[in-house]
């Protein structure tokens, strides 16, 4: 958001960075020793609190090096002690698990306000903006965006209907304090108009005790990868249910898409595809138990250039079908510009304009006397 200061080391730094963490697979035992047994729903999984073993899918070296360096950084932090308020979420874990209603009776219920403010009405598409510090860059890591208590409001001001928060300093610059401080200047929205948008808690998930941590500090909802948690998927569907989260399942293939809806998850996003007719492939003829109620959210990832086709790749999205769209590193790569500003791109995003009519232009103007904005219509 302010002029970047590219660190021209790129990509290969933050896999070597990856490297130089410990790659120990043994599990560990936090500080908080009960156990807890999720005996939610028919047919549910039982798991304990700290299960020494992990059953994923196939993980790319990185993804590999990314979970283990987690599990290093959560052993320490509960080696540290756990603060209270996240041990009394963990007690409210415990105690609820068990008598969760079933993914059915929760389905009878209907969706929860996160689902229900991402899914807008046919023809029209919600935006998921996501606040982090650093990212990748053509010359190396962008590292200077706004504090995030600057950039809560801009978010939902500009029409974002969840703000996520990559809270892991190594792939996003961010913490669980940045969390705390969006989910305290979005709560100071209350009763204004717009009103508070959801905070999402985007951090790379291993463990239950990070599902606990999130809702401590206000989080409403909390994605998981199924490329890394895997068959652990329903038990921390679960445990984000006891503790009066939502989750967003993360997925990159239509038989991990399936698998997630049947253990459960009702929001799921498709991401690490780039092309649009792959990701319309992963949610395309999935099998929804009836009374159920999907929100297939695309995740798009940002174009290595100035220009600004992520808008236009939004508009399709919407067109093929997807409720939602996460964008994350296009918001930022144009700077603090009054006319590509994260603002302009989510609203933007969110027209009602078509790439058969329309395209959006990005242009370099300054101030009011800019000839052109992004979001302009070229008929």
Not at 287 to 295: D, K, L, S, T, W
Not at 345 to 353: D, L, Q, W, Y
């Amino acid at each position: 958001m302010n002029s970047f200061r590219p660190i021209a080391v790129g990509y290969l730094v933050f896999t070597l960075t990856m490297l130089t963490y410990t790659t120990k697979t043994t599990g560990f035992t936090p500080v908080v020793q009960p156990t807890l047994t999720s005996s939610a729903g028919r047919g549910s999984s039982t798991s304990s609190l700290s299960s020494p073993k992990y059953t994923t899918t196939s993980l790319n070296a990185i993804g590999v090096l990314a979970r283990k360096a987690k599990e290093n950084e959560i052993r320490q932090y509960c080696q540290e002690g756990i603060d209270d308020s996240v041990l009394q979420k963990v007690q409210e874990m415990k105690q609820n698990l068990p008598c969760l209603p079933s993914v059915q009776e929760a389905d009878q219920a209907g969706p929860g306000p996160v689902q229900l403010g991402l899914t807008k009405r046919k023809g029209t598409i919600s935006i998921i903006a996501e606040y982090k510090r650093t990212f990748i860059v053509k010359s190396g890591f962008a590292n200077e965006v706004f504090e995030p208590h600057i950039m809560s409001p801009v978010f939902r001001e500009f029409g974002a209907r969840g703000v996520a928060i990559l809270a892991d300093q190594r792939m996003g610059g961010c913490d669980y304090e940045d969390m705390a401080q969006i989910v305290k200047e979005q709560e100071g929205a209350r009763g204004d108009m717009p009103g508070p948008v959801p905070v999402i808690s985007s951090d790379l998930i291993v463990d239950e005790v990070q599902i606990a941590r999130s809702a401590a500090v206000g989080a409403q909802s909390v994605l998981l990868s199924y490329d890394v948690v895997g068959d652990k998927l329903e038990f921390f569907l679960n445990c984000a249910r006891a503790v009066g989260m939502e989750a967003i399942v993360a997925v990159s293939t239509k038989d991990e898409a399936q698998r997630a809806i049947d253990v459960g998850a009702r929001m799921i996003s498709v991401t690490g595809l780039d092309d649009v007719e792959e990701k319309v492939a992963v949610i395309t003829g999935l099998v929804i138990p009836e009374g159920a109620q999907v929100c297939t959210i695309a995740n798009i990832l940002a174009n290595d250039n100035k220009a600004l086709e992520e808008v236009e790749e939004a508009w399709v999205c919407r067109d093929k079908g997807f409720n939602c769209v996460w964008v994350s590193d296009c918001l930022y790569k144009s700077g603090n510009d009054p006319a590509e500003h994260a603002g302009a791109i989510i609203r933007s995003m969110g027209a009602k304009s078509s790439v058969k009519w329309a395209s959006a232009k990005a242009m370099g103007g300054k101030g009011e006397g800019a000839r052109e904005y992004l979001g302009d219509i070229l008929m």
